[in-house]
């Protein structure tokens, strides 16, 4: 199961699927993106190349 310090980008939609709830945490009021995978976190620490949004 995934956990708050996984990096939001090694997520997979099946990740997303059980643990939904955990997911919109770490999307929630986000304020980083990645540059490498285009997801966006309120974390840095949960992107690969994380970068200002
Ligand atoms: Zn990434």
Known sequence: MASDKKS???W???DIDKDRKRF???V???QYF????GRAAG???NL???DDL
């Open 12 to 14: 997979k939609s099946d």
């Open 8 to 10: 939001l980008c090694k």
């Open 34 to 37: 990645c540059r490498k995978c």
């Open 48 to 50: 690969c190349k994380p």
């Open 24 to 26: 919109k945490k770490l």
């Open 28 to 30: 929630r009021n986000a």
């Open 43 to 45: 974390a840095k620490d």
